[in-house]
């Protein structure tokens, strides 16, 4: 083993001597950097420069705008003032829909000073009328807000009390609420508003929210046009200082409504359900020469104020829960079977393919019989609701005779009948299956029930059987009481559907009208005129000897066709009348559908009778 030994007068060992044996004698220690390193350093540094700079760009200036919005929002408090929306007027000019100037009491959580809380939660309690539970509850739920809602309507003397309590944290903004004069009798029609919830906050950033929207009627239908542009109320967090900019009202509506005749058929129905002791019904009163409604009314109604402030529990119970489904609109969204009210439309038909000719009688008994095509052995009874013995046309559409148009419709003794594939046809050819497109939501179409449908749905076979209850406005055929008024309409005008629609004008702040509705065609049906005489004067004939004679009394001649369709057998039915009148010269139909027991379905015949008395004097 070789032995090493240091010197102790030797130097300080160097650097370069501590790797005298770890590299060759050939090697150095100091070696040059390659050129590449200093190329990629270069471009490293540079991208670097280049992505703070690109990002130094986009926040100082792209987004400038940006931060300084959310430094303003850290530094001010916005409270949204509402806007006023438009109003809603009848024809007449009558107010259906306005606003109640008021104030809104918003609270400031970040102005709230050390014991504050107590103090405002004591007094606000007395001056609202509140308990301060359930204040200061709220004020805790809120608490990290920037601002909230109190109370949206505060009045003139609370407003007062609140001023002079001189806080910074209470905050009194111009406020409107929404009020119906009309409340019950014109609520299917007008609708009402209620805040905005979170799908609509969703939907549409344009709401904010406090803002209140329409829910139903006209107020939802026309929503873009009556609600206006809100202001708001910027208040500095740290200073005293308040910005105010104006809101902007929206447009009004001025309506085809006649509000006299809506609020007679409304007494008039409500008067007859309660005499019957029922539940529903519906009326559609409009112009036949264009389409205009001049009433709706849909019973039981409700009163669209109940909404503005949010509902009770028991509210919501009565509307929400209840049987008789108060919010339903039955005039649009309401579908029922018609009932001999649609004999006039299968007449004309049977006209107009020449199953029959005007002059032909039929003989009308009580009854008649068909045996089933697959088993003889079975026998169906058709009923009608008299013996009538022989009625030609005119007479079978006065008297409501169902064995004539159970013949006409599905065939029986020498004539063939329609059957149902033309039935339908004309059907459709009235725009039956389809919505007409009134100004309001939730408008549903009717239902006409085919051989093809029944085989998908219920898996059986069509009868002739079907076919006859079709004729007479039976079995699965539904109507809405809008279509109904729309095709007596026709009648009355010589075979024209018109769009129904319920505004006329819509007019700016300034009273400025902006637009005007026009009437529009939907279809029409050139039918030879010597059938549609023969229709027309068969519901002549109705309204002064037949079914609807009680309106034989009136001063004027009219065409009527009424109808009673069986919802539960032998227990309840509904009652229909359909007229349109002047006869030569119609300014107005009628259509009136009732639920009722058969004791009560004469009752919709008397209503018309009184409400065309006294609208056309």
């Known amino acids: 083993m070789k032995n090493y030994r240091v010197s102790v ?28 390193f200093f190329v990629v350093f270069y471009f490293v540094v540079s991208a670097v420069f280049i992505v703070f700079s690109i990002v130094g760009f986009n926040l100082g200036i792209v987004k400038n705008n940006f931060f300084s919005q959310l430094s303003d929002r850290n530094k001010f408090i916005t409270i949204p003032i509402l806007p006023q929306r438009g109003l809603i007027y009848s024809k007449e000019g009558i107010v259906l829909s306005e606003n109640k100037e008021t104030a809104g009491l918003w609270l400031l959580p970040a102005k709230l000073d050390g014991g504050e809380k107590e103090e405002i939660v004591a007094k606000l309690s007395q001056i609202l009328e509140v308990s301060p539970g359930s204040l200061s509850e709220l004020i805790d739920n809120n608490s990290g807000k920037a601002s909230f809602l109190i109370d949206e ?92 900019s104006e809101s902007k009202q929206g447009n009004s509506l001025i309506l085809n409504i006649d509000s006299s005749l809506q609020e007679k058929i409304y007494q008039e129905l409500d008067r007859g359900l309660r005499e019957i002791g029922s539940g529903f019904s519906a ?120 064995i004539y148009f159970y013949t006409v419709g599905g065939g029986f003794y020498d004539i063939k009948g329609l059957g149902i594939e033309r039935i339908a046809k004309y059907l459709k050819m009235f725009k039956l299956d389809s919505t007409l497109g009134i100004d309001l939501n939730g408008e549903a179409a009717g239902f006409i029930p ?76 050139s039918f030879k005129e010597e059938n549609l005489k023969e229709v027309r004067e068969g519901m002549k004939m109705a309204a002064k000897i037949g079914t609807a004679k009680v309106l034989s009394n009136l001063s004027f001649e009219v065409g009527a066709k009424s109808g009673t369709s069986e919802v539960i057998k032998g227990q309840s039915t509904n009652s229909w009348i359909s007229v349109f009148a002047p006869y030569d010269n119609p300014q107005i139909v009628l259509t009136i559908m009732m639920e009722s027991g058969r004791e009560g379905s004469y009752i919709p015949h008397q209503i018309a009778y009184r409400i065309l008395r006294d609208y056309l004097k």
Do not use: C, M
């Open 153 to 244: 309507d505060v009045n003139p003397e609370e407003k007062e009390k609140i001023e002079s309590l001189d806080l910074q944290s209470l905050v009194l903004v111009e406020n409107n609420i929404r009020i119906y004069p009309g409340g019950e009798y014109f609520a299917h029609l007008i609708g009402y508003v209620s805040l905005v919830n979170e799908e609509d906050l969703t939907s549409n950033d344009s709401y904010q929210i406090s803002d209140k929207i329409g829910r139903s009627g006209l107020e939802r239908y026309y929503e873009n046009q009556l609600r206006g542009q809100g202001g708001e109320v910027i208040i500095d967090r740290f200073e005293d200082s308040i910005k105010t």
């Open 283 to 402: 009326a559609v009163a409009l112009d036949p020469q264009t389409g205009k409604i001049l009433a709706l009314v849909s019973l039981p109604s409700y009163d669209s104020n109940s909404f503005v402030k949010g509902l009770s529990p028991e509210d919501y119970k009565l509307l929400f829960e209840s049987r008789n489904e108060p919010l339903l609109n039955r005039t649009i969204s309401g579908r029922f079977a018609p009932g001999s009210s649609i004999k006039p439309l299968i007449a004309l038909a049977a006209l107009e393919e020449e199953v029959i000719s005007p002059q032909k009688k039929i003989n009308a008994p009580g009854l008649i019989t068909i045996t089933n095509p697959y088993n003889p052995e079975i026998i169906y009874t058709f009923r009608d609701w008299r013996n009538h013995g022989l009625v030609n046309l005119r007479e079978a559409i006065a008297h409501s005779s169902d």
């Open 9 to 36: 007068d030797s130097g300080p060992l160097e650097p370069e001597e501590s790797l005298l044996e770890a590299v060759s004698p050939d090697s150095k220690i100091e070696k040059p950097i390659k050129s590449g």
């Open 450 to 525: 085919t051989p093809e449908w029944k085989r998908q749905y219920r898996d059986e076979i069509w009868y002739q059987g079907d076919t006859f209850n079709v004729s007479i406005g039976q079995g699965d055929l539904l109507i809405t009481p809008l279509w109904l008024a729309s095709f007596i309409g026709a009648i009355g005008n010589g075979s024209e559907i018109y769009k129904p629609y319920i505004v006329d004008k819509v007019i700016d702040p300034n009273g400025s009208v902006i637009k005007t509705l026009q009437p529009e065609i939907l279809t029409k049906i």
